[in-house]
């Protein structure tokens, strides 16, 4: 058992490359009053303005590679997922490394005919037994690591859709679009681009409530 394949578990799995997909947002006009709060930062206390378009409509977008890459919430999410994917691929590496000085402590006992046949069968025996846990092991870190990344995914997704919701009520957006690599919006005006609004108010926000 070769212990890099582990060091490629990371490889497969995505960024969490759908977290924004279908971000097109569709109800009826409302209007709503935010409740002031002086607690919060300045930024989530401050009304911005909104681009109309003709027939009352109003369009936004956000581009989600910029979002995703400023997003302190997402990075963080990141950075402890890849903490947490470094202690499965020591624990998967630190069997392996066993279970190989076994094998060559095997091997050159073997050759120096110093293990009786009986017990030749039985190392052989036992260590094709942990070569098969190992892989057994190796499947599920893999899937423990593609787990995790998809519920970071989907808690991060739930985070940015609820925001964006809340802000196209409180501004009476029509449609919040997705602008990105992975979207199908080809091109707008950079007046419809509320990115960096939307960044700096969903960091003020997490950096809020991780004070609690």
Do not use: C, W
Request: glycine share 4%; aromatic share 8%; no cysteine.
């Amino acid at each position: 058992m070769n212990a890099t394949n582990f060091a490629r578990l990371s490889a497969g799995l995505s960024l969490v490359a759908i977290l924004l997909t279908g971000v097109l947002l569709m109800l009826h006009f409302q209007n709503k009053n935010g409740n002031s709060n002086n607690d919060l930062p300045e930024i989530l206390q401050t009304r911005d303005t909104t681009v109309s378009m003709p027939g009352n409509l109003s369009f936004a977008y956000v581009n989600t590679d910029s979002l995703m890459k400023h997003y302190m919430f997402y990075q963080d999410a990141i950075k402890k997922i890849e903490a947490y994917e470094k202690q499965l691929q020591t624990q998967f590496e630190s069997k392996a490394r066993k279970l190989q000085q076994d094998y060559d402590s095997y091997v050159a006992n073997a050759k120096a005919g110093t293990i009786p046949l009986q017990q030749q069968k039985e190392t052989e025996a036992r260590l094709t037994t942990q070569q098969q846990e190992l892989a057994e092991l190796e499947q599920r870190l893999t899937q423990e690591s593609a787990l995790k990344r998809q519920e970071t995914s989907n808690q991060v997704s739930e985070t940015i859709l609820s925001f964006l919701e809340e802000y196209r009520v409180e501004y009476n957006y029509t449609f919040i679009f997705q602008h990105g690599s992975m979207s199908g919006l080809l091109a707008a005006t950079p007046q419809l681009d509320i990115t960096d609004v939307i960044i700096k108010r969903l960091n003020a926000k997490y950096e809020f409530e991780n004070r609690k």
